[in-house]
């Protein structure tokens, strides 16, 4: 008989086990199928960042380079200040002390162990959207908490959660949440002492409607208590290989937070940090980045639509939320012959078994061959 710690090494199941499979994994014979195309696979599939950091951003990080200590993980006072000054310009958050906010190292990093930094567990509910960026269950599930799927309020009956997670612009339908939404959910949470953290990395990507952050005094009134927002500079800056993100809020739960994050370690490097403050001070780059995303937005929406696709929501952020009213995975290999790869719809949820997300995150020669393709017939 092996001794009792082997024994209990084999008895416990890896924490891998409680996990869904990674959905990417599940696409190589599509992708398989799309770089078979002559003139080479379009993938936007995933929501990643083709175009070039800016410089002002690179000298920023060239400058912090010789930064041979720890980093602070609470982050530099500029850093802090800039991001408050950068919420206040961009999307007229007010309110906000340096104190409130906290780098991360990659908004998914955080999404990814918000429970567990918490404290939740077994006897805890996380709340989020029916259709999802995947890491919200996938955070709930590493800290033992129980994912609720809802988007509305009555259908979580009597139950009150621990967290609730909002998302607007909403990846991957692209759907904007209103001011009487935000009201009601953020009204909701307070009546009962419920924490809500809300993930805004699209929030400078709104086209048919105008993206408002939990924080804005429209939706809170000025009070931030009981509130995170989530913000990633992946997509306004380009800065998805940085890992460079950061919270802002509940002055109580950002400390909170910090405390935990102090003991394990996690920490901004000090370049990055660097970079960061000249990514949310600088507006052009910013500006610039998003004006390619419409750019491409322009150029692929109406040939997807002239290929027959309906597309849903998509007001805002990096994708289209297109159907053909048949399995996911149909549409999927369909454009897949045409060498185009896309995300299926179930990686977010039930309700998107007959759907799929097409990203706008490729280069401007990209997009336009999968437009000349999908006009094509």
Known sequence: MPPPAQRSRAARQPRSASLPAFPWDSLADVTALARAHPDGIVDL?????????APVIREALTAASAAPGYPTTAGTPALREAAVNALARRYGITGLSPDAVLPVIGTKELIAWLPTLLGLGPDDAVVAPELAYPTYDVGARLAGARIVRADSLTQLGPQ????????SPSNPTGKVLGVDHLRKVVGWARERGVLVA??????????DAQPLSVLHPSVCDGDHTGLLAVHSLSKTSSLAGYRAGFVAGDPS????????????????????????????????HEREQRARYEKRRETLLPAVRAAGLTVEDSEAGLYLWATRGEPCRDTAAWLAQRGILVAPGEFYGARGTKHVRIALTATDERISAAAQRLTAG
Do not use: F, I
């Open 253 to 284: 739960v950002v400390a909170e937070l910090l405390a935990v994050r102090k003991h394990a370690g996690m920490m901004v490097p000090t370049p990055v940090q660097g970079a960061m403050v000249a990514a949310l001070d600088d507006d052009e």
């Open 45 to 53: 599939s995933v929501g990643t960042p083709v175009d070039p950091v």
């Open 160 to 167: 009150t959660p621990a967290l609730v997670y909002l998302n």
């Open 198 to 207: 809300s993930d805004e990395c699209y929030l400078g990507l709104g086209w």
